[in-house]
């Protein structure tokens, strides 16, 4: 956003680089997850996020569980 922000956790609201042209919708689910490069244990689950906005290639998430901060770079997947 706009405060330039580079970590977030439980409550705050960051900006993914995908939207509804990439089949998200409002109410849709993420799970946020971290490559610490670390040998045979290479994704760590940090947290949970809920698309509370969508545009065409964009979409506003709020964190709504964090494990450990939510730093940019870290990864996004939608839950099915």
């Known amino acids: ?5 580079r970590i977030f956790a439980k409550g ?3 900006v993914l680089d995908r939207g509804a042209n ?3 919708e409002r109410g849709s689910r993420f799970v946020v997850f971290r490559d610490k490069l ?5 994704l760590f689950d940090l947290g949970e996020a ?3 906005d969508v545009r065409e290639d ?3 998430l709020q964190v709504t569980t ?3 901060a939510l730093m940019v770079g870290d990864y ?5």
């Open 66 to 68: 964090s494990r450990d």
């Open 1 to 5: 956003g706009a405060d330039r922000r």
């Open 22 to 24: 990439q089949g998200i």
């Open 38 to 42: 670390q040998f045979q244990n290479f």
């Open 12 to 14: 705050d609201y960051f």
């Open 76 to 80: 996004v997947a939608m839950r099915k």
């Open 50 to 52: 809920v698309a509370v």
């Open 58 to 60: 964009s979409a506003t």
